[in-house]
Every structure is written in C-alpha cells, then in structure tokens.
C-alpha cells in the first residue's frame, strides 16, 4: 500500500466518487461532493488529502486537517466498499499517522457516529478513545 497526494483530474473524480457513492457515506456529514470541490478543499493550506493505492489500484482516501489548536489533526477515512474489511483502512491509518508526524502534528481527533461499529472498532483498536459526545441535529425548514 502506499498514500498519494493527488496527481491529476482522474484523482480528484476518484475522490469524489468515493464520498457520493451511497454505499460509502451512509455515516458521513458530508456527501456528493464534485471532483472540483475535492481540489478546492486543498486550496486551503491546513488541509491535506491523499489517495490510497493497493497494487496500483486506488481504493480510498485520507483527509487531513491540522487546525487551529496546537499541533491538533483532524482526520477523515473512506475506503471504497468493495474494498473494505480487508485491512486496508487500519493499514491506511498508520500511515496517515506518520504523514501527520511530519506535518508536525502531535494529536489526531476525529468524529464518528456511535453506530458506525466498523469505524469506531477500527479507531478503538489502534489507540483512539472517547473524548466526548456530540449531538447531531437537523430541522427542516
Ligand atoms: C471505516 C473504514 C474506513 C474501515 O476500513 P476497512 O478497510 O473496512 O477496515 P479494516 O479491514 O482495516 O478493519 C480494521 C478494523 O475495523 C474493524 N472492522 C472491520 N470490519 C468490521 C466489521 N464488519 N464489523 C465490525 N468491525 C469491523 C475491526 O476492528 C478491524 O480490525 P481487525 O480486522 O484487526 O479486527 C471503512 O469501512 C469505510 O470507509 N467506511 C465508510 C466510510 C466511513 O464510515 N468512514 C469513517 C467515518 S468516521
């Protein structure tokens, strides 16, 4: 496995796919975004994005955000459906582990919803805990 910075349109539509694809973004926030909106995201120099490549196949990507808070990361990770609960997520994970360190980065925090049970299981085992609750709401209007 290796993680990329994007190179090229076909990885910022991949990008894109990933996130708009239903299968996938069942416990995200975020959903449909356009392969534009996926290059506009790293205009902003605190944000990082890379793609996930197995065997010159890209099967999903990493988010990176160092925020205001010292020396404080925020992470996203998708890995396509057809290639999940293959080890590729926990893999991917170190490894934006070590792109973070580089950055200088020395805390990672992420959110997830309670009953994404294969995200929150993947976070437990490689050294994430509970730091807090959040209440997610909505109203029509
Ligand atoms: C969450 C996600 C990134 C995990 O990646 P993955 O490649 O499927 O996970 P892995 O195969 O690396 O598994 C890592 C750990 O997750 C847990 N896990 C994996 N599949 C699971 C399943 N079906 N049920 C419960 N736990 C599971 C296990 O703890 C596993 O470790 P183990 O195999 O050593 O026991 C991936 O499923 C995904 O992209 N989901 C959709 C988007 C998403 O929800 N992102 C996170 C938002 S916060």
């Given at each position: 496995?290796?993680?990329?910075?994007?190179?090229?349109?076909?990885?910022?539509?991949?990008?894109?796919?990933?996130?708009?694809?239903?299968?996938?973004?069942?416990?995200?926030?975020?959903?449909?975004?356009?392969?534009?909106?996926?290059?506009?995201?790293?205009?902003?120099?605190?944000?990082?994005?890379?793609?996930?490549?197995?065997?010159?196949?890209?099967?999903?990507?990493?988010?990176l955000r160092k925020t205001d808070e010292n020396k404080v990361?925020?992470?996203?990770?998708?890995?396509?459906?057809?290639?999940?609960?293959?080890?590729?997520?926990?893999?991917?994970?170190?490894?934006?582990?070590?792109?973070?360190?580089?950055?200088?980065?020395?805390?990672?925090?992420?959110?997830?919803?309670?009953?994404?049970?294969?995200?929150?299981?993947?976070?437990k085992k490689i050294g994430f805990k509970e730091t807090g609750?959040?209440?997610?709401?909505?109203?029509?209007?």
């Open positions: 496995m290796k993680i990329y910075k994007p190179k090229n349109l076909e990885d910022f539509k991949f990008i894109a796919k990933l996130w708009s694809e239903t299968k996938n973004n069942k416990f995200m926030l975020t959903r449909m975004i356009t392969a534009q909106d996926a290059k506009d995201r790293i205009k902003n120099k605190n944000n990082f994005t890379y793609i996930v490549e197995v065997d010159g196949k890209r099967v999903g990507n990493l988010n990361g925020r992470l996203g990770i998708i890995i396509d459906y057809k290639s999940q609960g293959k080890g590729y997520g926990k893999e991917a994970m170190g490894l934006l582990e070590e792109e973070a360190k580089k950055l200088g980065i020395k805390k990672l925090k992420l959110e997830v919803f309670v009953n994404n049970k294969v995200a929150v299981n993947l976070y609750w959040m209440i997610v709401m909505e109203k029509k209007i």
